[in-house]
């Protein structure tokens, strides 16, 4: 049992790291342990939640999802386009990760765990014909850097356009 306790330490459950034993949970006779969470919140948690994928933050999860369903857009063009930033850039499976998040490209912060704020930062989509866009493609999405751009600024806007360099290097 003690080699268990200890193999359970550092390992990582969705966004719970398990950092040490928190006893035994006497009723459910189950081991319990004490997680750090990403958000740097703790919680204690049964090492059966945890094995099973049941807990797999401290609450902020719970509570981020939540938020997002609250603000009734999540069927907007909008609302599709800041989840593919997301995904581009932060999960290793989506089919254009090799040329955002493997090469560097993150999302801010303010944007990363709130749709509200990247409305709030560019406004909504102009026209069907738009779509995100990055300064030059380079950098990060980001207020400063991201725009609603058409398929011909975004042309303009690709890292291969040569005389678009020239005239930002001027």
């Given at each position: 049992?003690?080699?268990?306790?200890?193999?359970?330490?550092?390992?990582?459950?969705?966004?719970?790291?398990?950092?040490?034993?928190?006893?035994?949970?006497?009723?459910?006779?189950?081991?319990?342990?004490?997680?750090?969470?990403?958000?740097?919140?703790?919680?204690?948690?049964?090492?059966?939640?945890?094995?099973?994928?049941?807990?797999?933050?401290?609450?902020?999860?719970?509570?981020?999802?939540?938020?997002?369903?609250?603000?009734?857009?999540?069927?907007?063009?909008?609302?599709?386009?800041?989840?593919?930033?997301?995904?581009?850039?932060?999960?290793?499976?989506?089919?254009?990760?090799?040329?955002?998040?493997?090469?560097?490209?993150?999302?801010?912060?303010?944007?990363?765990?709130?749709?509200?704020?990247?409305?709030?930062?560019?406004?909504?989509?102009?026209?069907?014909?738009?779509?995100?866009?990055?300064?030059?493609?380079?950098?990060?999405?980001?207020?400063?850097?991201?725009?609603?751009?058409?398929?011909?600024?975004?042309?303009?806007?690709?890292?291969?356009?040569?005389s678009l360099l020239k005239w930002a290097a001027a």
């Amino acid at each position: 049992m003690a080699k268990m306790k200890l193999a359970l330490i550092g390992r990582v459950f969705g966004r719970l790291t398990v950092i040490e034993s928190a006893g035994t949970d006497k009723k459910y006779k189950t081991s319990l342990w004490k997680c750090v969470c990403s958000c740097d919140g703790t919680t204690v948690v049964s090492g059966k939640a945890l094995m099973r994928g049941g807990t797999r933050s401290c609450g902020c999860l719970r509570k981020e999802v939540s938020s997002h369903a609250t603000h009734r857009q999540t069927n907007t063009p909008e609302y599709v386009v800041w989840k593919g930033m997301k995904a581009r850039c932060l999960n290793p499976k989506h089919k254009s990760w090799k040329e955002y998040g493997e090469n560097g490209v993150t999302v801010c912060k303010r944007w990363l765990n709130s749709f509200e704020a990247f409305i709030s930062d560019l406004g909504k989509r102009p026209s069907p014909k738009h779509s995100l866009g990055r300064v030059l493609d380079r950098g990060n999405y980001e207020p400063e850097n991201t725009f609603w751009m058409t398929l011909a600024e975004q042309a303009l806007s690709r890292k291969n356009n040569n005389s678009l360099l020239k005239w930002a290097a001027a």
